[in-house]
């Protein structure tokens, strides 16, 4: 299968160099490049990529927006965004993690983790590193105006479904949710697949931020 990419950034030498990668390497292909947000969401329209890798801060249209519209257009509900940023705690990032994007990688990964993001991504998983994802929401989620999720959302969820939201919170994958919870990896799935139905989550990385901002998991700070 062949991953197909847009790059959205606002330096021509950053795009260059992904595309440069990204050509040489078996199974993916460099469908468009924009320098803008709004560009981005053009190109999503027109070629519905696998992964949009977004950059946040652009002129005009900014990768946050873009995100936003991308994920809110039911058409691009098989696109998926993987936001790149500069900084490991960004509050762009965690509102971009709000909006629908499925995972974030700073600017100085090394190629062959990016090849592995855009794989994971695209495969419909989330790519979010525990420790990163902890310290970044414990950063943000803990101010007031962050907690802004309707808690009836978490109500319509069972026991059982919120030890499972709780454990996806802590970054386990669903074979390990199974091994904790001594279930079968395919019922953890349907428990997963079924909590992001009941409280409107585009994927795991934002069943990850819900999940804090409901309170469901307390942000414990530091790493």
């Known amino acids: 299968m062949t991953i197909r990419v847009v790059l959205a950034d606002d330096q ?4 260059a160099g992904f595309r440069v990668l990204l050509e040489t390497e078996d199974g993916f292909e460099v469908c468009g490049e924009a320098s803008d947000g709004g560009q981005a969401v053009a190109l999503a329209e027109e070629y519905k990529p696998d992964v949009v890798v977004m950059d946040i801060r652009m002129p005009g249209v900014d990768g946050l927006e873009a995100t936003r519209r991308i994920t809110r257009n039911p058409e691009l509900g098989g696109v998926k965004i993987l936001v790149l940023t500069t900084f490991d705690v960004d509050e762009y990032v965690y509102d971009a993690l709000r909006a629908g994007a499925s995972g974030f990688l700073l600017k100085d990964t090394d190629p062959p983790e990016l090849l592995r993001a855009l794989r994971v991504v695209a495969s419909g998983e989330a790519l979010l590193a525990p420790t990163v994802t902890r310290r970044l ?3 943000f989620v803990g101010r007031p105006e962050n907690r802004r999720i309707d808690t009836g959302a978490i109500r319509q969820i069972t026991e059982r479904e ?9 970054g386990l994958s669903n074979d390990e949710i199974a091994a904790q919870l001594v279930i079968s990896a395919a019922t953890a799935r349907t428990h997963v697949s079924r909590i992001m139905t009941k409280i409107g989550a585009r994927d ?3 069943l990850v931020v819900l999940a804090y901002e409901s309170g469901l998991v307390t942000p414990r700070g530091g790493n």
């Open 12 to 15: 021509a030498l950053v795009r």
């Open 137 to 139: 929401i414990s950063e």
């Open 162 to 170: 919120r030890e499972v939201l709780a454990l996806v919170a802590g």
């Open 204 to 206: 795991r990385a934002q």
